[in-house]
Every structure is written in C-alpha cells, then in structure tokens.
T-cell receptor
Framework: QKEVEQDPGPLSVPEGAIVSLNCTYS??????FMWYRQYSRKGPELLMY????GNKEDGRFTAQVDKSSKYISLFIRDSQPSDSATYLCAMSEVTGFQKLVFGTGTRLLVSP | NAGVTQTPKFQVLKTGQSMTLQCAQD?????MYWYRQDPGMGLRLIYYSASEGTTDKGEVPNGYNVSRLNKREFSLRLESAAPSQTSVYFC?????????????FGQGTRLTVV
C-alpha cells in the first residue's frame, strides 16, 4: 500500500462548480502538507501549504487537513477552465523538500 | 527570469546508450533535486544536492549518477539506458533543503528508451 493515495481521476466539472480534491495517507507522523498544481507538459508549482491540522484559505482555494482521519483536501470555489490541471498532494514528517512524499495526482477538467 | 531550465526537453535513446540531462537555476539556490514522474507512481526523488559539493541518494537512485557542477548546475547521467528509465524527469531547486515551500521545478525532460 502506498503511503499517500490519490484518486487519479479525471474529475470533470462545469465552470463555476465547487471542486473537492482529496488525499489519504497512512503515516500518522506526517505534519507538513502541500498541494501542487501541474499543467500539461509543465513542472509542478506550489499552490497551498499547511502545517499540522486545520484550514488554510487563499483566494478561491482552501486546504484542509484532518490528521485524525489521515485525510487532506483541497477545495476550489467557482472553478474556472484555467484550473484544468493535475493536482498533486505532498507531505512529510519533517521539514525538508527532499523528505516530501508525493501523491500520484488527480486530473481535473473544468468545462466552460 | 528563467528559474529552472532543463535541457533537452525531449530525447529518445536506444537501450544501452548514455546521456546527460542538464539542469541550471538562476535563483541563487543552494539545493537542487532530480525527480522522475511515472504514471501511477507520482514524483520520486532520484538524487539531491543539499549544497554545492554534496550529493545524496533519494528513493530511486539505481542506474543514475549526478554531478553538482557548480552552484547553478546539477546534471543527471544515465550510463546505460534501460526501457525502465522511460519517464519524465524534473529538476527542482530550493533556497535550502530545509524550506519546503520555496522549491521550484523545471519544465521537465521527456525521455523514451527503446
């Protein structure tokens, strides 16, 4: 079983929909959680970062961590066609980029 | 304002051939990384360099070698390519290895080994 599980999708939604992207993990020691967005044929770019539990909001994006359930979510409000991309979760026990364990990514398609 | 630049963008190799993937960053970052991305496997760390003059193995180092040529450049070498090394390779850099949030990826090299 992988340490980090992520549904590969694709997840297809109409423009304006609320999108929920999720990851589950097995290592209860993870405490740094990140979401990356990867456009087709591009490298990943950091979207959201959360330490430990709780919510974090940035514009239309909200990251949520539930450590008791070992479950993290990324919500996108008022989704736009430009949000069409693959979303990768990543997490680690300790700080250090080389320590990150990445999910496989969920492909999101937002249709006009 | 290039960020992290990888060359080449695409490459086809025959089994047994060798090649070097180049990576350069212009952000004065100390740490650099090589990942491979495969369907269903996610991003996996091959090697990283915490600072100029140091390199360390990641999760999947077998079949690869790296060189931190200077602070800007970090190359990945495949000595004898195998079909299992068909993948998309990403280079990344960060100001230090400690800071999770300040890492940037290049655009990737798509490598096919036939």
């Amino acid at each position: 079983q992988k340490e980090v599980e992520q549904d590969p999708g694709p997840l297809s939604v109409p423009e304006g929909a609320i999108v929920s992207l999720n990851c589950t993990y097995s290592n209860s020691a993870f405490q740094y959680f990140m979401w990356y967005r990867q456009y087709s044929r591009k490298g990943p770019e950091l979207l959201m970062y959360t330490y430990s539990s709780g919510n974090k909001e940035d514009g239309r994006f909200t990251a949520q961590v539930d450590k008791s359930s070992k479950y993290i979510s990324l919500f996108i409000r008022d989704s736009q066609p430009s949000d069409s991309a693959t979303y990768l979760c990543a997490m680690s026990e300790v700080t250090g980029f080389q320590k990150l364990v990445f999910g496989t990514g969920t492909r999101l398609l937002v249709s006009p | 304002n290039a960020g992290v630049t990888q060359t080449p963008k695409f490459q086809v190799l025959k089994t047994g051939q060798s090649m070097t993937l180049q990576c350069a960053q212009d952000m004065n970052h100390n740490s650099m990384y090589w990942y491979r991305q495969d369907p269903g496997m996610g991003l996996r760390l091959i090697y990283y360099s915490a600072s100029e003059g140091t390199t360390d193995k990641g999760e999947v180092p077998n079949g690869y070698n790296v060189s931190r040529l200077n602070k800007r450049e970090f190359s990945l070498r495949l000595e004898s390519a195998a079909p299992s090394q068909t993948s998309v390779y990403f280079c990344a850099s960060s100001i230090t290895q400690i800071r999770n949030t300040e890492a940037f990826f290049g655009q990737g090299t798509r490598l096919t080994v036939v």
